[in-house]
């Protein structure tokens, strides 16, 4: 999960932000960046880029 920012997004803040675009039905293209295979320890950023891609196409958590 990168680098927690002070004021930054939580876990269920990215998922609802994701999710609430996947709604509206207007996005038609995303760009994730900030995913370093290096630096990512045990994939965890690598899960988490996953799993807000799936939000923005329309999953969603419990």
Known sequence: MGTPWPGGLTYREAHL???????????????????NPIADHENRTGRLAAELILSALGRTIA
Request: aromatic share 0%; proline share 0%; hydrophobic share 60%.
């Open 17 to 35: 932000a994701m999710e609430l675009l996947a709604d509206t039905g207007l996005v038609s293209s995303m760009e994730v960046v900030e995913v």
